[in-house]
């Protein structure tokens, strides 16, 4: 069955409302009617719906039943990822949306040969959430994550030290995660996780993540790619929580 | 310091000759002179050198010292991949290289679309191959690991059944790879891992798999892409087997 993510305004007693470009795909791509069945979901949610009424530019559905979402980690992990070079963010953006991260972060670091001010990168920004967008609906997300504005390593930091465990990737040192993660300490948790860029980080900038209580941590002594290690990581930490 | 994979043929005495390609790219594009200090690598051991003649076709590099590599893992792990569709065996070969594979094993699935016979595949192998060689200098590997011939269903799940263990990922179903992988059970063991195509695997080859002893993995609830699956799967084996 068709599965679209709604807001919650849409939501009005036992009706949801589909607008803009949804609401011409199932009625023009898709070619669905009155009667059909569509599953919308919303905050992990999944409601299973009839359409009553449809036009290009907006479908009423009534909602038949409604059952809470199972595939969303029982921890929250943030990804922070210094930006790379040419296209490899949205690679990175895709397959962690996929591995169940609940936000993407855009870090310009020390290293980073990209460095979109905060103007130009608000454009690429709403590619980049058509992306998660488009990565939740395929792997059966019960959110769409976000990909937040650009920050600076400072900032990043400070937010990274909010998380309950906080994480940064380092070729030069560090304990592995099965040193640190484990389901019974994890659960219901939110995580941040830093990730470097081509160059990595400069020694100094692990300094600041140390003093600020994030996490050193090691990935072996195989030199990871910048896009490969994102998706190392999210992976090992899904599967050391309970989640993979 | 530059550093290339040699044969072991190409080791006389205290002696280590290179022809073909490296030769040039070493004389023309890196311009190395006689007296320059080269690193070269073969079966797990890096071979410090000084370049005693130099031409297009052949340099002789004097070892001075010599010593073993640390970057390959404690299991040997070979990846049996279904064929997936498009460019997305070099991405899924360069990244289980940089993960630290020793072999990667293409195979045809009953739900495979790609369906390249063994001598078209043949001439695409060189290419595979050679992705395999520029990842695994990159990520600093020890080895080279090979692309093989290209194995029906039935011979791939033959050979899996031949390694210490093997696995077989599933999304209808299966135990977690942190239920069946540990440390001290997996040291110095060869472990085999079948990840499938775009369509997964028929419930009647999870069958044999299981038969035949392979275990059955699920990889969580959210739904992997088939490039994304094989990535996955090897980090959290290395990690879970203390290799990360």
């Given at each position: 069955m068709p599965r679209f993510f709604i807001n919650k305004n849409n939501i009005i007693d036992n009706h949801i409302i589909i607008n803009g470009g949804d609401a011409l795909h199932i009625g023009r791509s898709l070619r669905m009617k009155i009667g059909d069945e569509l599953t919308l979901c919303c905050d992990k949610i999944d409601y299973m719906t009839k359409i009553l009424s449809i036009s290009d530019n907006e479908i009423c559905c009534e909602i038949l039943s409604q059952s809470p979402i199972c595939?969303?980690?029982?921890i929250e992990l943030t990804l922070y990822q210094a930006m790379p070079k040419s296209d490899k963010l949205e690679f990175i953006i895709q397959k962690a949306v996929e591995l169940g991260v609940v936000k993407i972060v855009p870090v310009i670091t020390s290293r980073c040969i990209a460095r979109p001010d905060k103007k130009s990168f608000a454009k690429k920004r709403e590619r980049l959430n058509k992306i998660s967008l488009e990565a939740a609906k395929q792997s059966n997300r019960g959110i769409i994550p976000e990909v937040s504005d650009i920050l600076d390593f400072k900032t990043a930091v400070t937010h990274l030290s909010e998380h309950d465990f906080s994480f940064v990737c380092y070729e030069k040192g560090g304990v592995p995660f099965s040193s640190v993660i484990n389901p019974s300490d994890c659960k219901n948790k939110n995580i941040g996780l830093f990730i470097g860029s081509e160059g990595g980080f400069e020694e100094s900038e692990i300094e600041v993540c140390d003093k600020t209580g994030v996490k050193i941590i090691s990935m072996g002594k195989r030199i990871l790619r910048c896009e490969t290690a994102p998706i190392s990581a999210v992976s090992i930490i899904m599967a050391l929580s309970g989640n993979m």
């Open positions: 595939t969303e980690a029982n």
